[in-house]
């Protein structure tokens, strides 16, 4: 009996055993659970899905290349099941599984960003390449080419509210790291091409440091120190993204979601009625190497391409300016340009230079105008086109250039050289192919200067080309050269006697002049030609504080200010 009682009790107790065993014990989730089940209705969403329709809509490329398309009417959605099914199919080396989070991502591209997907796609057409050949290079996956998707909605342009810039969303600190190039003129960052190249070689580098192109996702947004912390805090050597995912920052936690929505749209677009943004003609282009500093505006101008299309293939340069001199850069341009570009490049770099000078000396006193004529523009007239384009002028006005040799004395530095012919220090170094502004005892300098040619020289020159068989005319062409001085002197007695009598001209009162614009003039070289200063022509001709003039424009030319005759006290 006590056997019996014995055997029931412990049958009777290992029943219940096994039923609460039964009822208590969960079964153990694995990682493929835990990807397809997690659910956060707190992921904060990348910035580019806040990329307006309108932002893209102003970009060259959609405005010249392409044609939209209608996606305004119902969206289309799938299911679950069927999201799941077509991710498994993508032809991926990085994972691409299912979950609530993923799902609500490819819905709302899909949804209300089905046209910000339209215009994507014809983005990519251009962009995609680059991203691909990039990607092949390094032996990437090449599910990768959709990260800038993400990251910029494929807007070059984008800035985060954070500070990161360009397709791929460098900050400043992570481009300088990767020797990226960002100053006032220049940010690669926004560089597609170079860009692209450095974010295939750091996202590389997180594979590298992380075994997992998830976790290396992860780290592209936030850092690998916060993924590191991420693995540290979920324990137990973790290594793949979806354990850590609670211990991850909001915005990452929605970043690989949103990366494999990306995936799924830009493959399966059409399924769900988004017709894309049409390529009407392929962009074609080529890179050239720029060694001079050159605006777009000059280039737009010569080669007459679209000022709009040099900045949508060029976003790198903030300013529309390439700063060739300090190192080369690329300019990329259609193929068929570049040729152009070449042949074209002294032309380009002639227009409208003064307009975009840059100064790199100046002396104290002398005018904007007149820096920028001496650093940039050649200041020798052209006498060829003299007789056609200069208008008669009063005698007592009239210069000729002159080049002079200085050679330099013990001590003397360019400043005092310049200062002692009254021309720039900027000037003589070009004069003289000088690269630096030293100079030593004994060399040898041209100088360039205007003399002005009194009246009577000019008339017994005048008589002189007029009969060169006269004896007489010879000796006033001997007697004109010696009046050619710096300053104005009077004639010697000598050479006057020897001049043919003629009645003085009654003088003119000294008043305005004209004078004919021809190609190389700029305001300071005509206000040298003429000894009067550029505020006092532009006062004359009503034309504010603008230097523009235009060849064969007539201009009035100020009679030059009289010189004081008294001398200071001392």
């Known amino acids: 009996m006590k056997n019996l009682i014995k055997k029931t009790l412990i049958t009777f107790m290992a029943g219940v055993a096994g039923s609460l065993m039964a009822y208590s014990a969960p079964k153990l989730a694995t990682i493929l659970d835990i990807k397809h089940s997690i659910t956060d209705d707190n992921v904060v969403e990348p910035e580019s899905f806040e990329m307006k329709t309108l932002e893209l809509e102003e970009n060259f490329y959609l405005k010249k290349y392409s044609q939209r398309a209608d996606n305004t009417g119902e969206p289309h959605f799938g299911t679950p099941e069927e999201y799941e099914k077509l991710l498994s199919q993508l032809p991926t080396e990085i994972e691409m599984p299912y979950n609530q ?107 590298e440091i992380h075994g997992d192109w998830t976790l290396a ?69 080529d890179t050239i190497q720029i060694n001079k500093r050159v605006n777009f505006k000059q280039i737009a101008e010569i080669l007459n391409i679209p000022v709009e299309e040099i900045r949508m293939l060029n976003p790198q340069f903030r300013k529309d300016v390439i700063p060739g001199d300090n190192h080369p850069y690329s300019l990329v341009l259609p193929s068929q340009q570049c040729l152009s570009y070449i042949m074209s490049e002294k032309s380009i770099m002639a227009q409208d230079a003064d307009q975009y000078a840059r100064r790199t000396y100046v002396e104290p006193g002398q005018s904007s105008s007149e820096v920028a004529v001496a650093n940039n523009v050649e200041t020798a007239p052209s006498s060829e ?28 530095n360019l400043r005092e050289i310049a200062k002692k012919y009254g021309v720039s220090a900027t000037d003589i170094k070009r004069w003289n192919s000088l690269r630096r502004g030293k100079v030593k005892e004994g060399d040898h300098l041209v100088i360039e200067t205007y003399e002005r040619v009194v009246p009577e020289a000019m008339q017994q020159v005048a008589v002189a080309s007029g009969s060169s068989a006269d004896t007489t005319s010879t000796a006033n062409v ?24 003629a009645k003085p001209a009654p ?64």
């Not at 008669?392 to 330099?408: F, I, N």
């Not at 050269?481 to 009598?501: C, D, H, I, L, M």
């Not at 523009?548 to 424009?553: A, E, L, S």
Request: proline content about 5%.
């Open 101 to 207: 989070i993923v799902g609500t991502f490819i819905e709302k591209y899909l949804g209300k960003h089905r046209e910000l997907v339209a215009d994507m796609l014809a983005l990519h057409n251009y962009y995609g390449n680059i991203f691909v050949e990039e990607l092949l290079k390094e032996g990437l996956p090449l599910e990768l080419q959709y990260l800038p998707v993400i990251e910029s909605a494929l807007n070059p342009n984008a800035v985060s509210r954070a500070g990161a810039a360009g397709l791929w969303q460098f900050m400043p600190a992570t481009a300088s790291g990767l020797g990226l190039e960002v100053n006032s003129l220049v940010d690669q960052r926004r560089d597609p091409r170079l860009a692209s190249r450095n974010a295939v070689l750091y996202l590389k580098q997180l594979y």
């Open 217 to 285: 996702i992860a780290a592209y947004n936030c850092g690998t120190g916060n993924v590191n912390k991420a693995l540290r805090r979920a324990g137990g050597g973790k290594k793949d993204y979806w354990e850590i995912y609670n211990y991850l920052l909001p915005e990452t936690r929605g970043y690989v979601p949103a990366f494999i929505a990306a995936n799924f749209v830009m493959n399966y677009y059409s399924k769900y009625g988004i017709r894309p943004t049409l390529v009407k003609r392929p962009l074609v282009t």
């Open 385 to 412: 086109n003299a007789p056609v384009n200069v208008e008669p002028v009063d005698a007592s006005t009239a210069r000729k250039l002159v080049k002079l040799t200085h050679v330099v004395g013990r001590g003397e």
């Open 478 to 501: 001997a007697t004109a050269t010696q009046t050619v001085k710096n300053e104005v002197r009077t004639s010697s007695s000598a050479a006057v006697k020897e001049a043919p009598a």
């Open 507 to 570: 003088k003119k009162p000294a008043g305005p002049t004209t004078y004919r614009v021809k190609k190389g003039d700029t305001l300071g070289k005509i206000a040298r030609m003429f000894g009067t200063s550029v505020k006092a022509i532009q006062d004359l001709n009503g034309m504010g504080s603008s230097t523009r003039i235009d060849i064969k424009q007539v201009l009035k030319i100020p009679a030059p200010a009289a010189k004081s005759k008294s001398r200071r006290r001392r």
